[in-house]
């Protein structure tokens, strides 16, 4: 797909909404479309678009694929020049739709776990090392955690963001270095075996579930030593 220099595009990040039937008012909302009384939204909104030029993004559509592909139809169906690009793990299914397949990033066989060398080589670990790396600079794959690393990146398929999560999200508040390099990872490792950050990355036919994180920071938190607790709350409330 090309995008004109003139051509507008609006993104429309869909990840946190859990409400199908919210889908218009969310993308209105994003382009700054105000709601006419009397008239559906979908039809505002397709009224607003119909005779510009522009990309419209729904970003994570797949815990809404349904309800995205009746918007995305209807605005179609409705506009001259628009163009809609919808990323999501299943297809929208509906007239005209080009679907294009992004791989996940590369990773080791966990059947045969490579040297600490050749690990660091997959684009999955490469990332989650990235990821931790930022939190905590010292951070390192050992051979004593590389098989947990493997493993969560393996367990989360790949995916970018859920790994980035898995990595950012989670090492973060394991401020103590010597528990970061062994304990962080296993504890990862078991809450994605436990089902309890797993969750965060369930992908099924109907939704996507994220998670809030409240429950997982809570189980690591419990986990980190008391004067490092004082030392991140004493951090995270500078101004």
Known sequence: MRVQVDMQVWWVDLVALSDPGLVPQVVAKSL????VPGVPLIDT?????CLKQGLLLLDNCEHLTQACATFADHLLNHTYS???LATS?????IKGELIWHVPSLSLPDLKHIPSLEHLTQFEAVQLFIE???LI?????VTHENAPFVAQICSRLDGIPLAIELAAARNLQIMVDHTFLFTGAVKKIHQLIDDST???LYYYDSTRVNLGLFQHDID???DLAPQDRKSTRLNSSHRT
């Open 32 to 35: 700054g479309i105000v709601e």
């Open 197 to 199: 950050l797993g969750k």
């Open 131 to 133: 990821r931790a790396l």
């Open 45 to 49: 909104i397709a009224n607003s678009l």
């Open 89 to 93: 793990r299943e297809a929208l299914n």
């Open 82 to 84: 628009l163009k809609i």
């Open 219 to 221: 189980v690591l938190w």
């Open 136 to 140: 905590q600079p010292e951070f390192s």
